[in-house]
């Protein structure tokens, strides 16, 4: 397991931008498999972004073209671009990480660990 704290939330206009970090406990972030969900209220979680150990990165539709998953190794860090941004992309993001996934699906082989979230608005 490795803790995950994860910053950069706020409230924007629509088409603005925001960057979402999610920092590690550990150095081990190269071999994690990472990602970032989202739940608003009476919705189900859904996720938003992937990158495996190999780089290989998925997107929800919804978000393609706007967000962009990335990681930094050196800093045991995980991040989340987030361009463009709708009224429906209103909701609390989490990062998580497990040592293996299935990338297409955007699912974990084990149980993840999770931070505790960052709230996002997008709100004129």
């Known amino acids: 397991q490795v803790q995950l704290v994860e910053s950069g939330g706020g409230s924007v206009q629509p088409g603005g931008s925001l960057r979402l970090s999610c920092a590690a406990s550990?150095?081990?972030?190269?071999?994690?498999?990472m990602g970032w969900f989202r739940q608003s209220p009476g919705k189900e979680r859904e996720g938003v972004a992937l990158i495996d150990n190999y780089g290989i990165t998925n997107y929800a539709d919804s978000v393609k073209g706007r967000l962009t998953i990335s990681k930094d190794n050196a800093k045991n860090t995980l991040y989340l671009q987030m361009n463009s941004l709708k009224p429906e992309d209103t909701a609390m993001y989490y990062c998580a990480a497990d040592p293996s996934c299935k990338i297409t699906t955007m699912t974990f082989a084990h149980s993840p660990s999770w931070g505790q979230g960052t709230q996002v608005t997008v709100s004129s």
């Open positions: 550990r150095a081990i972030i190269r071999w994690l498999c």
